[in-house]
T-cell receptor, first 113, second 119 residues
Framework: DGGITQSPKYLFRKEGQNVTLSCEQN?????MYWYRQDPGQGLRLIYY???????QKGDIAEGYSVSREKKESFPLTVTSAQKNPTAFYLC????????????FGPGTRLLVL | GNSVTQMEGPVTLSEEAFLTINCTYT??????LFWYVQYPGEGLQLLLK?????DKGSNKGFEATYRKETTSFHLEKGSVQVSDSAVYFC??????????????????FGKGTLLTVNP
C-alpha cells in the first residue's frame, strides 16, 4: 500500500541535543512538507520541498533543518536552537505544484526530558 | 495573508444528531478548500475538498459547499455516529509560502474543532 511513514512515534530530546525525525513516502510525490501542531492550534508549516535537493523555509523554520537527498525521504532535524520543541510533528506530501491535495503521515510526538 | 476561522469547540452531540461545523476564510484569488479529520494520536486524513465556487465536496456522509459570496465552507452531516468523534480542521491552499520561488502552495489551517459523539 502506498503511504507516508514517520518514525519514531515518540521521541525524547535532552537539553542541547539535536534529534532527527524521519519521513518516507512511496507515493511517488514530488513535494513534501513538515508541519508542527501544538495543542488547540492548527498546523504551522516548518519547511517544504518541491523537488530533490531543493527546499524552502516555511513560517516557523527557526531552530529546524531539513534535507532532501532522495525523492522518497524528507528528514527533519530539531536543533538545540529550537527552545520550545515539544509538539506533534506531521509530514505531508503532494503530487506536485499548484493546488494538489496534501496527504499526511501518522506523526511523531517530540517531548523534552 | 490568508486565514481560516472555524467554530470553537468542543462540540458534543448525541448519536444520530445533525452536525454543522462553521468555517469561514480570508484569501486572495481562488483557493481550494479542504476538511481534514484527525483521530486521537494520529495524523490528518483528508475528508473532503472543493476546488472552485459552488463545488460540493462529500465523503462518508459529510458534505461542504464552497461559497465564495460568503467565503464559507461549512461542514455538515445529517446523522453522526460515535466513530465520528475526532478533531476536524478546515484548511485552504492557494497562497505561496514565504520566500517561495516555485509553484507549491502551503495549507493554511483553522485551529480545529473537537467533536465528541455520545451513544
Amino acid at each position: 500500500d502506498g503511504g507516508i511513514t514517520q518514525s519514531p512515534k515518540y521521541l525524547f530530546r535532552k537539553e542541547g541535543q539535536n534529534v532527527t525525525l524521519s519521513c518516507e513516502q512511496n507515493l511517488n510525490h514530488d513535494a513534501m512538507y513538515w508541519y508542527r501542531q501544538d495543542p488547540g492550534q492548527g498546523l504551522r508549516l516548518i519547511y517544504y520541498s518541491q523537488i530533490v535537493n531543493d527546499f524552502q523555509k516555511g513560517d516557523i523554520a527557526e531552530g529546524y533543518s531539513v534535507s532532501r537527498e532522495k525523492k522518497e525521504s524528507f528528514p527533519l532535524t530539531v536543533t538545540s536552537a529550537q527552545k520550545n520543541p515539544t509538539a506533534f510533528y506531521l509530514c505531508a506530501s503532494s503530487s506536485g505544484g499548484g493546488l494538489e491535495t496534501q496527504y499526511f503521515g501518522p506523526g511523531t510526538r517530540l517531548l523534552v526530558l | 495573508g490568508n486565514s481560516v476561522t472555524q467554530m470553537e469547540g468542543p462540540v458534543t452531540l448525541s448519536e444520530e444528531a445533525f452536525l454543522t461545523i462553521n468555517c469561514t476564510y480570508t484569501a486572495t484569488g481562488y483557493p481550494s478548500l479542504f476538511w481534514y479529520v484527525q483521530y486521537p494520536g494520529e495524523g490528518l486524513q483528508l475528508l473532503l475538498k472543493a476546488t472552485k465556487a459552488d463545488d460540493k465536496g462529500s465523503n462518508k456522509g459529510f458534505e461542504a459547499t464552497y461559497r465564495k459570496e460568503t467565503t464559507s465552507f461549512h461542514l455538515e452531516k445529517g446523522s453522526v455516529q460515535v466513530s465520528d468523534s475526532a478533531v476536524y480542521f478546515c484548511a485552504l491552499t492557494g497562497t505561496r509560502p514565504q520566500n517561495s520561488g516555485g509553484s507549491n502552495y502551503k495549507l493554511t489551517f483553522g485551529k480545529g474543532t473537537l467533536l465528541t459523539v455520545n451513544p
